[in-house]
């Protein structure tokens, strides 16, 4: 070995030399110094430059030209670095490499290209190098022995098996196989390779074949696996076919077949199926090596121009002294200085990056690759302007610089990067937005072409896969904050703690949100805890995925009960602290997570704005969920994924789960709009996005194309997330038509640019909301009707039996869903009655001051009142949920996620009956309502525990409660007025016993159920009150209707006998609710009294004040529809 060699080897110090001024000289064509500037590089590189052009300095460019024309390949210049250990020089002293790293590898190939040897030289040693990488560093110890060695010394030569001929830069659809044989000691490799350099003269070859079918693999960078294979040229499997080409003649470039071509299963490099892991840290490698190879050939096109234009002599003067050429080369010289800039900062970054855990594997690659395209495009302009400068004689193969520019094609086509192969598209105006051409290749997010644009303003068609090429998907960024990482990394709890929660949370919170697929994410959570010197997995330095995963853990830490808890206290975790420590660590790096952009970003956002949200922060919860759709819509969630026209193939299980979260979106934004007012940001006509499969797992059943078709499967865990899926597209429809909550509508339900609209299209819009309604829930399947489960036996008696049942499964725990499930559709479908016929409480029908109309005639138009069948309509919701009460379900229900939205759900009912019941308190019909909303009190009282939304609307309760009793006293007491009593109504029968003992209830049919009144019966009990002008007699009213009545939208009477009129008494009611809200904000700010503490909530990061008055935004004067 050489003394530079030696020196360059054994020197470990990482010194930077020391930087003096730049040299301040114009641009010369003069060759009298380096043209390549030096300050700046280590002592290291500059003792590998030195020392490699001691060597390239015995090998003329006579000899590379003979090489080239001859296509004979350069052994002698192989065997002379070989001699003194260049091959190994990036490969650990250990293995008998130099222990430098691929900055100095880089500067080494660089000064082979430079020295006149062009690509040819470098490619004769370019794969020892690089495609030893992944070798060295996943390969068995008895690998490493065998082979390392050898190639160091020269012995083997290596070449590197991944280009196919119709696969190309898709890397994750090659098609060569390897299938193990029966015995399980060799593999059968079957398939062809192309432009697979030195194949000829080659020993060994670093193979990349597919080990598992694409449709069988459960991720689209699993299947393939990496082997270090013989090239036994006499064994039979193996033929090899050599490519004539421009360039680089003196290396052979090969078309390499293989035919059942049998090798050892101790080949096999790392684990099966996951090769293209492994390669990836070859291929980053390769870049910074083939940059530093481009530079040296531009810095050598580049002297040899300078020198031909000092020498060249025209009218009496050296050509370089023309700015026609001095400019074009000066103009060569910057681009590569450029590129050398981002060339080593991309070797140093990936050096360091082997040691630095906290350096992103991606951010390697894309610098890596940015410098392998900047040196390659400076290349080939100073090759060019090279064989341009000398003219004539840059044609003639002596001058060398067309050798040069045939040479530097290599690295402006091979390896290419994905932009290399994209078509240019229509707009390429829209390239400069993210994700607006191409998407990272390393990225599982497939872009779906176009078809032609729909109607403006219209849903597409589902299943066309119709789409704006605006919204291309924008692939997640892959820059995870190093400190946000390592800061959540230190939160995780100890494995077995892990494990309780994660079972803590499909127990009790993942039958209510279903965003992910529990089977795929228990698999993949246990990677999170391989060792430091295991972290290359995805999983590991994935931010969303780990910000997912803590999210899980906090929510199960949220909802451990006493048995649980003890569990954890083994481990020394408190479950309230690790909480707490997750919710400020997630809350803190939130922007960070947002900028990964992955499906497990939407997935983060989704938990904790839920858990904001339920937990009484809903104007944090908001804007976090605002964060996941947006996330979410640049994924192309709310986009149908057409698998024919997809780049790169999704898989079923991935369609599904990206349906999942993007339904969980919609179904929070438009529970944030129906609980509090707030703007709705989807707009379905960009939306084509297939509902859920509720047999997606049983892999039986197509999906469903739209909500519009019924559903023909059977009922599983995940038919619960399709009809509330369904039930959110009708809801948002109810805000949008009827309070103008929605994108495009001002000013209650008035879209832009429209004056106004009568009463009667509103009376219109509410029938046909109802009437879709009750459709809705005529759809339900018998195992998620409340009606069919309300009687039936719960699965857990006691919620100590439900905390004991860790990891639940099988038919009881089913059962136990199912049950919850039903409960959670039951509350929303009652609330959204609710919302629907609020905006006609508000008024009633009067007669007109100069029609006199006969009994008959006005009694058929007060029996069709839509303003009656709207209260009757609030008032059976309300009551059908006041009955909850007494269900055994709801002690179960209040250890899970969904306790505070019965608590949200409830609160409206009680609104709506405490409204109902003070506009009349002295009528059956407020006594009825009064009797409901004790019971809804009753059931918040049993949820204080665990929702502090629950306290806040207790309170409130209570305080109306006590205003519609002020009112009763008052009227009670005013002897002044006569009272009117009707008699009972034959819809309900009234108990007069049960009035005095305040257990009032609508007495049982002979079916056992609650009868509700028709419309018939409502309209005359309210016709025998004050808020009528003329009295009837109802004994000839009809019988008792226990089935609910459907008014038909288009047969909603004719009123030109009759003028609607705010009703004063249910403004007045609703003015003394706003009164009890002020006194409620007021007495808690001021001196609470013992209704309005809540002595079971410790104040939290998370409180907002009173979020439940927030809830309240329906009964505000606000939401009255504009009307002319």
Known sequence: MSHLARRALHHKTLAVRLQWPLVRSRFSTSARRPLMELTGFTEEQLTVRDAISAITAKFPNTYWQECDQNERDPKDFHAALAKDGWLGIALPEQLGGAGLGISEATMMMQTITQSGAGMAGAQAIHANVYATQPLAKFGTKEQLEETIPKIINGTWRTCFGVTEPNTGLETLKLKTTATKNASGDSYSVTGQKIWI?????????????????????????????????????????????????????????????????QIPANTLVGEENEGFRIILHGMNAERCLLAGEALGLGYAALERATQYANDRVVFGRPIGQNQGIAHPLADAYMKLEAAKLATYHAARLYDVSRTDSSIPFHSVGVACNSAKYLAAEAAFTACERAVLTHGGMGYAMEYDVERYLRECLVPRIAPAFQL????????????????????????????????????????????????????????????????????????????????????????????????????????????????????????????????TFLMVIAIGAHYVGPYRQCLLARHDVQPETLKQCIFKAIKSSLLDIISVGSLEVVQTCILLGTYYLFHGAPRLAWPVCGCGLRVAQSLNLHRNVDKDLSLIPIERNENETRKRCWWAIYEIETFCSMSYGYPHSIKDADCDVEPLNPSAKLGNAPSPVSFDEP??????????????????????????????????????????????????????????????????????????????????????????????????????????????????????YENTIILTHRPLLSYKLVTKADEKLDDITRLGTIQESPFLRSMRACHDAGMSLSELVNSPVLDLV???????????????????????????????????????????????????????????????????????????LSMMLDVSKPIRWSEPQSGVDVDVSAVQTGTLSPKQNSSGQHPRRSSHDAAVAAMQTDRQSIMFDSRDTQGTETQEETPDPNSLGNFTDFQYVEDASVSAALYDFDQVLSTYVNSSWADPDPLAMDTSHAQTLHDEGFSMLEQTWIWGPDTLPFHD
């Open 894 to 968: 209040s250890e899970t996620y969904a306790a505070a939205f019965v608590s949200i759900h409830t609160f409206t009912a009680g609104v709506a009956l405490g409204i109902l019941s003070s506009i009349e308190p002295l009528t059956p019909q407020a006594q009825e309502a009064k009797v409901g909303l004790h019971r809804l009190m009753s059931l918040q009282a049993k949820l204080k525990p665990r929702s502090p939304l629950a306290t806040q609307g207790l309170d409130i309760l209570q305080r109306l409660t006590k205003l519609a009793l002020d009112k009763e």
């Open 711 to 828: 559903l023909r499967c059977e009922t599983t865990l995940l038919s619960y997330k399709y009809y509330m899926s369904k039930l959110s597209v009708l809801t948002k429809a109810v805000l949008s038509e009827l309070y103008g909550i929605g994108p495009g509508l001002v000013n209650n339900n008035r879209p832009s640019g429209e004056t106004g609209s009568s009463l009667r299209a509103v009376v219109m819009k509410v029938a046909s909301l109802d009437a879709r309604l009750r459709n809705w829930r005529a759809d339900i399947p018998p195992k998620l009707r409340w009606e069919t489960l309300a009687s039936t036996r719960v699965s857990y008696s006691s919620q100590d039996e439900f905390d004991q049942d860790i990891g639940a499964s099988g038919v009881r725990f089913d059962n136990h869903i199912y049950h919850l499930q039903a409960l959670a559709l039951k509350l929303a």
């Open 420 to 547: 290399h192969n994209v078509a240019t598209p229509r707009d390429p105006i829209m390239d400069a937005i993210p994700g607006g051409a191409m998407q990272d290749i390393v990225g599982e997010n497939s872009e779906i072409r176009n078809k032609e644009a729909v109607e403006p303003g219209v849903r597409p068609p589902c299943g066309t896969g119709t789409r704006s090429r605006t919204l291309r998907p924008m692939p997640p960024l892959v820059y995870p904050s190093p400190p946000a990482l390592e800061e959540l990394r230190s939160l995780l709890p100890p494995y077995e703690a892990a494990e309780l929660l994660v079972d803590t949370y499909f127990d009790r919170v993942h039958w209510f949100m279903l965003i992910f697929q529990q089977d795929n994410f228990r698999q993949n959570w246990p990677q999170l805890y391989k060792t430091h010197s295991d972290r290359a997995g995805e999983d590991c330095n994935d931010l969303g995925f780990l910000s």
């Open 197 to 261: 350099t030195c194949a000829q003269v080659a020993s060994k070859m670093i193979l990349l074949a597919r080990t598992t079918p694409v449709e069988e693999v459960k991720r689209s960078t699993h299947g393939l696996s990496m082997f270090c294979i013989d090239l036994d040229r006499k064994k039979p499997g193996l033929d090899m076919r050599k490519i004539k080409k421009m360039g680089g003649r003196a290396v052979d470039a090969n078309e390499v077949f293989f035919d059942n071509y």
